[in-house]
């Protein structure tokens, strides 16, 4: 055995404590880590219900324990490192590392090192090197225990509460027995007015309303596609009735024209006549065409400015409403675009019809053979427009059907049971519940909106909204608008209706020759929908009394060009002195930092110089190179001339 | 393979000469001792450059005892000494010698030669007093003498007897008219010591010395073949190859461009070169002798790391401006780096 046989055994001995200690320490990391996963596992099992026993945790955590001491254990332990332990325990001056690191050197002196390394390890026991001491996990395995002991006591959830949520059938519902009735006799009483005035327009929309109200009773039709199926047929409705306003405007004009003339004027009668139709106008015109061709050419010249003025003047409230209705339709469905086109359809028959008539004004004044025929053809042409005239009534009520059975709808007033107290309590919720309020608000809303482009919440209370429209229509039904001013509601032309509809005035203009007439009555039921035609610009008075949202508006809706940043500041980060000075001469020595400085050293170099027995040309060379690095601001010129003078006085002195 | 009687007997040797070196050298600083006051800890270091061959540069203000510092260790090793005041006019010459045109008084010889006249630093302790007041022409000259122990004029080369040692001592506060050591002459001191202000009562020992009759008196105690004998023990000293290590890394520490050191990333322009690291390991084995030991251990390196790094650590502008000093660095330098790697 060689000299550092005892010494290596010693280091062994030491290495094997050492690799006890680990594992001990291992142990510990591992029962700390076992612990908060195994209390991870526990409380997901307890939510989820599972009862944990004790057998299986103990289990893992003994698992987790054996392996934390295995890894430990099994790192390695370099016997120079259990070399420093031996040199800790005797006087920390490294013999017994320079021995094991020297133990093969055959020098006299490694020799001696040797041997007194074995000397003073003789009596060094290895538990005096590797001392016990506390594992260093033991604040872990503390913490991990306190968890899964939390987790331990974590409740089970029952099993009531682990069943799934079964969602509701997202599709229609059958509707209760009589909900839908008045809706029937509305679009029965519209498919018997198509019949009568033979308007194949107003057959189709009340068809395709009764075969929308059958499947929605049947529960074939979700709640929303009936919403957006009734908008369409109300869309639809409206742009047929503004279309057939301006028809009856222009009947009514060619009619007066054809009533003014003696000879015509049995033509004008049987056009204002209850049963009067294309065949029986188109004969009596022909007729007094052969008679007396110049009064019928006058006349017939007449009626085609009736029809021109009819088509230049703007429609009645049918002509507001189709325009704003297909602008709410854009992007909607594809049938946004046909829409479009059928307005300028009745435009083109009426500038059609002008012309005929026109023509066979000429034809008649001028003698022309062509007049009766010309004339004959005027009137089966007044006739069908007489009749799609008629209709307006019929169609203007079909949209008013329309509409409420979609509000209706809306507000699940056709549901009953849960779902209908639940829409209510949700609408309680939102405080729509009060009928009043709703308009103002939404009035006082599109005002801000005209004006401002803010403010996408509900309607402030107070301010001069420009919202205005249709509560007048509303105020015609329960207002004076009806009962007072007549039956044909002349208050529908108002305009400027109140934005408070609970106590709004609406002073409504009266249709052209009936006079102005104020329809001053309290719009009780004004409703949300009436409201919509504040897109018009026509500006409202009075006051909303709606809940306000922001004055500027919701956060993010506007639009700006500036971004924040965040600056990142830390304490005493500023620059030291000798960035001061490096970052003066990159910047040509203009910096307010390199002032500061430059001014201590200037003081500690005049100093310097007036103590000092400095050669004079020494002395204009120090004050030469001060000059020259001196701080400059923007006027360079004269701060060089003033350091110039400064220094040829300093050196003069 | 040396048979066991023979190692007991070759142990006992060694341990004989490092007990007689520790001896002896306890002995030399306790007769300087005897003179000096309180500088115990400068003697010891001169003593440990000494040892190991190398030079020291002592860093003082006037007054402290640089010089009788010298002067007493010169008197206690029976050994040859030189002083040589450094001024600006200073010549090498001066210093190293020169060859003189001399008469030869024999007949038949050329009666005209040249003979080169040694200089003051033909000495075994030379003492270059404020060194820094010389030209750096004169400083070089001193380059030679100091690594290769010899002096070439002209095309002869001159070795100089061993054991050579430079002490050389400069004034850090008087700066006008003198001229830094190049970092090329720094190099070359082993050490480099700053000699502080002696302590109230060491200041009272002081005047009780040297204001009274008697003037304390030292005697040889070591002579040159017991140096050269002690320079060549620390030679002998093994050294653990983790602690070779530890003084390797120390090294590499003191350089921005591998050192884990913020400071000396920052602040520090050139670190220590390959000498530095010769200077901590000799040292080191001689404070491990100095204390009877085998070998250096840990300790020992980061004993003698601060005089024998500081001057061989450049600052750059950054460390100037900031008015961070060499000490501050190898010191964070000590206190960063792991003695195992």
Not at chain 1, 167 to 191: I, K, Y
Not at chain 1, 216 to 233: F, I, P, T, V
Not at chain 1, 611 to 626: D, I, L, N, Q, S
Not at chain 2, 215 to 233: D, H, I, K, S
Request: proline share 5%.
């Amino acid at each position: 055995m060689s000299d550092a046989g005892p010494l290596l055994t010693l280091l062994r001995r030491i290495r094997r404590r050492l690799r006890l200690w680990m594992a001990v320490e291992g142990a510990v990391a591992g029962a700390a880590a076992g612990a908060v996963a195994l209390a991870g596992a526990v409380t997901a099992l307890r939510v989820a219900g599972h009862a944990v026993g004790l057998a299986r945790p103990l289990a893992l955590l003994a698992g987790a324990v054996a392996v934390g001491a295995l890894i430990r254990a099994a790192r390695r332990i370099p016997l120079a490192s259990c070399a420093r332990f031996a040199d800790a325990a005797l006087d920390r001056q490294d013999r017994v590392l320079s021995a094991f690191c020297l133990h093969g050197d055959q020098s006299p002196l490694a020799r001696a090192l040797m041997q007194d390394a074995v000397e003073r390890t003789r009596t060094l026991a290895p538990g005096s090197a590797v001392a016990p001491r506390r594992p260093k996990g033991l604040p872990a395995l503390a913490i991990g225990a306190l968890v899964l002991g939390a987790a331990a006591i974590v409740p089970v959830r029952s099993r009531a509460a682990r069943m799934p949520v079964v969602a509701p059938p997202a599709s229609g519902v059958p509707l209760a027995v009589g909900t839908l009735d008045v809706e029937r006799e509305e679009a029965r009483r519209a498919a018997e007015a198509a019949a009568r005035l033979h308007d194949e327009r107003l057959a189709a929309l009340a068809g395709e309303l009764q075969r929308t109200l059958r499947r929605l009773a049947a529960g074939q039709l979700s709640d929303g596609d009936a919403l957006e199926k009734l908008s369409a047929l109300q869309r639809e409705a409206a742009q047929a009735a503004a279309e057939a306003a301006r028809d009856a405007n222009a009947f009514e004009a060619a009619k007066k024209a054809l009533e003014g003339e003696a000879a015509t004027r049995g033509a004008g009668e049987m056009l204002s006549a209850e049963d009067a139709d294309a065949a029986r106008a188109r004969a009596a015109l022909g007729s007094a065409a052969a008679e007396n061709p110049t009064e019928t050419g006058r006349a017939l010249s007449a009626a085609a400015r009736g029809v021109a003025s009819a088509l230049g003047a703007p429609a009645e409230d049918g002509d507001k409403n189709p325009r704003r209705l297909q602008r709410e339709g854009d992007g909607k469905n594809g049938q946004d675009g046909a829409s479009a086109d059928k307005p300028r359809d009745a435009e083109r028959r009426l500038e059609r019809l002008q012309r005929d008539l026109g023509d066979a004004a000429s034809a008649c004044r001028d003698g022309d053979p062509s007049c009766k025929s010309r004339a004959e053809k005027s009137g089966g042409d007044l006739g069908q427009m007489g009749g799609r005239g008629a209709s307006a009534e019929s169609l203007r009520q079909l949209e008013r059907a329309l509409r409420q059975m979609r509000d209706r709808l809306g507000r699940g007033e056709m549901r009953s049971g849960d779902q209908q107290a639940m829409r209510s309590f949700e609408r309680a919720a939102r405080g729509e519940n009060g009928q009043s309020g709703q308009q103002g608000g939404q009035g006082q809303q599109q005002g801000q909106q005209n004006d401002g482009q803010q403010g996408d919440g509900v309607g402030t209370g107070e301010g001069s909204g420009q919202g205005q429209g249709d509560s007048v229509a509303e105020g015609e039904q329960s207002g004076g608008g009806e009962s007072g001013k007549g039956s044909d509601g002349k208050g529908s032309d108002g305009k400027g209706g109140k934005g408070s509809d609970g106590k709004g005035k609406a002073s409504g203009n009266g249709k052209e020759g009936e006079g102005a007439g104020a329809a001053e009555g309290i719009a009780m039921l004004g409703e949300r929908k009436t409201v919509e035609s504040t897109a018009s610009n026509a500006p409202g008075e009075g006051q909303g009394n709606g809940a306000g949202g922001p004055p500027l508006g919701q956060r993010g809706d506007m639009q700006t060009r500036g971004h924040e940043t965040e600056a990142r500041v830390a304490n005493g980060a500023g620059p030291n002195r000798a960035e001061v000075i490096g970052g003066a001469a990159d910047r040509g020595f203009a910096q307010h930092g390199y002032a500061r400085v430059f001014a201590d050293y200037q003081a500690a170099v005049e100093d310097a110089l007036a103590t000092t027995a400095v050669p004079e040309g020494r002395r204009y060379v120090v004050r030469r190179y001060f000059d020259l690095i001196r701080p400059r601001t923007g006027k360079s010129t004269g701060n060089s001339a003033g350091s110039t003078g400064r220094t040829g006085r300093t050196g003069g002195r | 393979m040396t048979a066991p009687a023979d190692r007991v007997s070759s142990n006992d040797v060694a341990t004989a000469a490092v007990a007689a070196f520790r001896a002896d050298l306890d002995r030399l600083l306790a007769e300087i001792a005897r003179r000096m006051v309180g500088q115990n800890e400068i003697a010891g270091s001169v003593a440990s450059a000494l040892l190991a061959g190398g030079h020291v540069l002592l860093e003082g203000v006037p007054g402290l005892g640089k010089t009788l510092l010298v002067r007493t260790l010169a008197e206690t090793l029976e050994l040859s000494f030189s002083r040589i005041q450094f001024t600006p006019d200073l010549m090498p010459a001066d210093v190293l010698g020169t060859n003189l045109i001399v008469e030869s008084a024999q007949p038949g010889e050329a009666s005209r030669r040249f003979e080169f006249q040694r200089g003051p630093i033909f000495a075994h302790i030379v003492l270059a007093d404020e060194i820094n007041r010389a030209t750096p022409k004169t400083q070089s000259a001193l380059l030679e003498a100091m690594q290769e122990q010899s002096v070439t004029v002209g095309k002869q080369t001159y070795p100089l007897p061993p054991p050579f040692f430079v002490l050389a001592t400069q004034n850090p506060i008087e700066m006008e008219g003198t001229y830094p050591l190049p970092e090329a002459q720094l190099d070359r001191f082993t050490f480099k010591l700053r000699v502080e202000p002696p302590a109230r009562e060491e200041l009272h020992a002081i005047l009780e010395r040297t204001t009274g009759s008697d003037e304390p008196a030292v005697r040889p105690v070591l002579g040159r073949e017991r140096l050269l004998e002690m320079r060549a023990l620390v030679r002998q000293v093994p050294v653990a190859r983790p602690v070779q290590d530890y003084a390797v890394r120390l090294v590499e520490a003191t350089h921005p461009t591998r050192s884990p050191v913020a400071e000396v990333k920052r602040f520090v322009r050139y670190g220590s070169s390959p000498r530095g690291a010769q200077a901590v390991m000799l040292a080191a084995k001689i404070e491990a002798l100095r204390d009877g030991r085998f070998a250096p251990s840990f300790a020992d390196v980061r004993r003698v790391a601060l005089p024998a790094l500081r001057h061989r650590v450049l600052l750059n502008f950054d460390g100037e401006a900031e008015g961070v000093t060499a000490d501050a660095l190898v010191s964070a330098v000590l206190a960063g780096l792991p003695e195992m790697a």
